[in-house]
């Protein structure tokens, strides 16, 4: 079942919207604090985003620019400023199409399956996992972090992975040793020491600190 995200503050459009997708089959969530949509997003990872551009707080542009740092997702745009200027903002600042309101329902439905069709028929939608703010993208294995994107090295890359899928829970370090073998490179104890020292200064230079933290003894755990 795909999850689309509405971005739209009116509160009858954004349920008549809710309501109609849902009738398709689509599992649905509409925001509710205007203020904090990235978060949001990447709580729920949809598949698809239906954005509306007079928003409270920022405007769907800056929401838009803000989801395109860490993922491709399709992202229309819904607004009755259907002007050129506004269209070719839109596009952009990263969207997909443009539906001008008022719109047909049925007709946006369709919209949403073609465009559906077309991002995943042939490829899987690039996971997000997030804690404190930070978000790593499984699709490009970066990790970002108020408006930064730190690239990984792939050992980086798994270990947060790994501890960012087990939030709150301690991951011994046979287990990180195990996933960073996937690929017959061996590992052993003291390099998997080293990555987790250089992964951890790495997002300290960033201003993520105190991450990734170490249970002596029994291995590392981020406290979510």
């Known amino acids: 079942m795909y999850r ?3 971005v739209e503050d009116d509160p009858v ?3 008549a919207l809710a309501e109609h997708l849902q009738k398709w089959g689509y599992d649905v969530l509409a925001a509710q604090d205007f203020s904090d949509i990235d978060a949001q997003f990447a709580r ?3 598949q698809l985003v239906l954005m509306d551009i007079s928003l409270p707080f920022y405007n769907g542009y800056h929401w838009c620019s803000q989801i395109r740092r860490v993922s491709k997702v399709p992202v229309i745009f819904i607004s009755s400023a259907s002007d050129n200027m506004n269209i070719v903002m839109a596009m952009n600042m990263g969207a997909d199409d443009f539906v001008t309101k ?3 329902l049925e007709v946006l439905a369709a919209k949403v399956q073609a465009m559906l069709r077309r991002a995943y028929a042939f490829a899987q939608s690039s996971p997000l996992l997030t804690c404190r703010g930070a978000v790593l993208n499984l699709g490009d294995a970066s990790l970002t ?3 930064e994107k730190i690239e990984l ?3 980086e890359f798994r270990i ?3 501890l960012m899928d087990n939030v709150g829970k301690t991951v011994a370090r046979d287990v990180l040793m195990k996933k960073l073998w996937e690929d017959d490179c061996f590992v052993d104890d003291n390099t998997l020491s080293v990555n987790v020292a250089r992964l951890r200064k790495k997002l300290e230079d960033a201003g993520l600190h105190d991450f990734i ?4 003894g029994l291995g590392y755990w981020i406290d979510g």
């Open 102 to 104: 008022p719109f047909n």
């Open 160 to 162: 947060l992975q790994v």
């Open 44 to 46: 729920y990872d949809p």
């Open 13 to 15: 459009i954004s349920r």
């Open 153 to 155: 090295t792939k050992n």
């Open 213 to 216: 933290l170490t249970r002596k």
């Open 4 to 6: 689309i995200f509405i």
């Open 145 to 147: 972090w108020q408006d």
